[in-house]
């Protein structure tokens, strides 16, 4: 548990390791999750909901959860899309 801890902080806090955030799903829709570097946050797309990053922890407690209006889903899945293409 120690060695995980340390791995989530050494990235800043913000973002997660890539192998976490290939696991994770989303408690509400069991769908995968992705995360927008833009907000720190895991996002749901099934689900519209947005999912905070606190030090590298992700919290996906539904009641922590954020949802999503339509022009917040666009606007970082356009952000993603060119985090990754750059």
Known sequence: MRRTAALL???G???IPRALADVLVC???KQPLR???ATGSLVS???GVS???LDGIP???PKDGKLLDDQEVKSEQESS???SSG
Request: include cysteine.
């Open 51 to 53: 999912f905070p990053v």
């Open 35 to 37: 995360y927008c570097e």
């Open 81 to 83: 899309t060119t985090d």
């Open 13 to 15: 806090g913000r973002s």
């Open 27 to 29: 408690p509400l829709s």
């Open 45 to 47: 797309d099934a689900a």
């Open 59 to 61: 919290s996906l407690v």
């Open 9 to 11: 902080s050494t990235h």
